[in-house]
Structures are given as structure tokens and as C-alpha cells.
């Protein structure tokens, strides 16, 4: 039935057309493979000098090539990995660090009003008797789970926060708080589906750990989210 119609359209509109539509199509083809040869090449990169002083990877060309291999092949990647279940969080992992390292390079420095940090709901403890649903005024810091901790780093700094209960609510966080920075802790999956989705907005993720499985009494590193906000946020006099 195919092979009938494509004898037909050619008997009609000719070999000549054809020709076109093929040689267009290769080079498409082509546009794309090189895309995502360079954004390998790049993020590889990325990687491999990730020891070395980010001076040396400040430039405005290699910051290009860097938003658009995390923009365009990364993203072609975990969907890869997604529709054949291959590897899923280490690729994620790997998108979440370079995504990282493409921000640090940027070395942006923000006010404490214009700092957000997202948190997962899962960090609090399951059975704490006081629900924490927005900010951490309900937290009675009993050092049972890592959220004590963080509200005192967060009286510390004076940044916004938001506890998230999936992609949603961090989103709406965005939108009505407005940011020029976001620190996201969260599992592989909703960070890397978080970054991609924030496209004006950088986004610094760290990776919470899940000690129990998924959505439960996770914890994250409060000395590596600390570090993080100090070094965003601009030296007050």
C-alpha cells in the first residue's frame, strides 16, 4: 500500500521532487547528528574538567554550547533512556551535574529575596505530628529529620523557601515568587524533569538521599546546600 502511493506521487510530481525531499531530509539528519555530537562532546567536557578552575570554561562560546547541549541532547537523551528504561538516574545524574556545573559558570550572585529553595515534602520526618505544608513556621526542629537544620540556615541567609509536593507546587512557587535563582533539592527524576521545564531561570540541583526508598524520610546534605547559598548569594556590606 505504501510502495503504491510512493509510485503514484512520484508517476506525479516527479523524480526531480523526490530528489529534493531526500536531500533535504539527509541534511536534516545531518544538523541533527552534529547537534548531538557536539552536545556529547560538550558535556564530556564539562565533566572531564570538572576538577579544573572554572575560569578556564568561562567563555560566552563555550556557555553557549553548553545551554544548548543540555537544552537540546540531554534532553533527547533521558528520553532515550525514559522509553527504554536504560540507566534512567545515571544519565539523570549526569544531566544534573552538568546542568550544575553550566550554572556555576555563569557566576551569577542574587539578593536573599530573590533566592528560592525548593524542598521535597519527603524530607520531613513520616511521622512527625506537625505536617509542614508551606515554609518551615510549623517546624519544631526535634533533629529527627534534616529540616531543622535548614530553617536555620534559612533564618541564617533570609532566602525563600517552598516545600513541594511534586512538579506542580514547584512550579507555582516559581511563578508567584519570582526568583533569579532556584536551589532545588530533590531525587534524580524530578530535578532533571524540573530543570528542563525552568528554561529562563537557572536552576541548582542537589540530589536528596534516600535512605528508606522513594518519598520517605529522605535527607539531604545541609553542608553542600549551605555551600551553595553562599556562593550565589551577593556579599552583603
Known amino acids: 500500500m505504501l510502495s503504491a502511493s510512493i509510485l503514484t506521487s512520484a508517476v506525479f510530481l516527479g523524480a526531480e ?12 539528519l545531518f544538523i541533527v547528528l552534529a547537534l548531538l555530537l557536539a552536545g556529547f562532546f560538550t558535556v564530556n ?12 570554561n568561562n567563555g560566552a562560546f563555550t556557555r553557549f ?5 543540555l537544552r537540546v541532547y540531554m534532553p533527547f537523551l533521558l528520553f532515550v533512556s ?6 534512567k538516574d545515571e544519565i539523570r545524574k549526569v544531566f544534573i551535574k552538568a546542568n550544575n556545573k553550566y550554572v556555576l559558570s555563569l557566576d551569577k550572585k542574587v539578593l536573599p529575596e530573590k533566592l ?8 520531613q520526618w513520616s ?13 519544631r526542629q526535634c533533629c529527627r529529620c534534616t529540616l531543622g ?8 541567609f533570609r532566602v525563600n523557601i517552598a516545600i513541594a509536593t511534586g512538579g506542580t507546587s514547584a512550579r507555582k512557587a516559581i511563578k508567584d ?6 536551589v532545588a533539592v530533590a531525587c534524580e527524576r524530578d530535578l532533571a524533569s524540573g530543570i528542563i521545564d525552568v528554561k529562563k531561570i537557572p536552576v541548582y540541583g542537589i540530589i536528596n538521599k534516600r535512605p528508606h526508598g522513594p518519598c520517605r524520610d529522605t535527607w539531604v546534605n545541609t553542608e553542600e546546600l549551605e555551600w551553595a547559598l553562599k556562593h550565589f548569594l551577593q556579599k552583603q556590606e
Open 17 to 28: 521532487f523526490f530528489k529534493i525531499i531526500f536531500v533535504c531530509t539527509a541534511f536534516l
Open 45 to 56: 567536557t564539562s565533566l572531564v574538567n570538572d576538577r579544573k578552575s572554572d575560569k578556564k
Open 65 to 69: 554550547f553548553m545551554n544548548v547541549a
Open 82 to 87: 525514559d522509553v527504554f528504561s536504560y540507566r
Open 116 to 123: 528560592l529553595v525548593i524542598l521535597p515534602h519527603c524530607l
Open 127 to 139: 511521622e512527625c505530628a506537625h505536617r509542614i505544608r508551606e515554609g518551615l513556621n510549623e517546624c
Open 149 to 156: 537544620k535548614i530553617k536555620d540556615l534559612v533564618r541564617k
Open 177 to 182: 515568587l519570582k526568583p533569579d535563582l532556584v
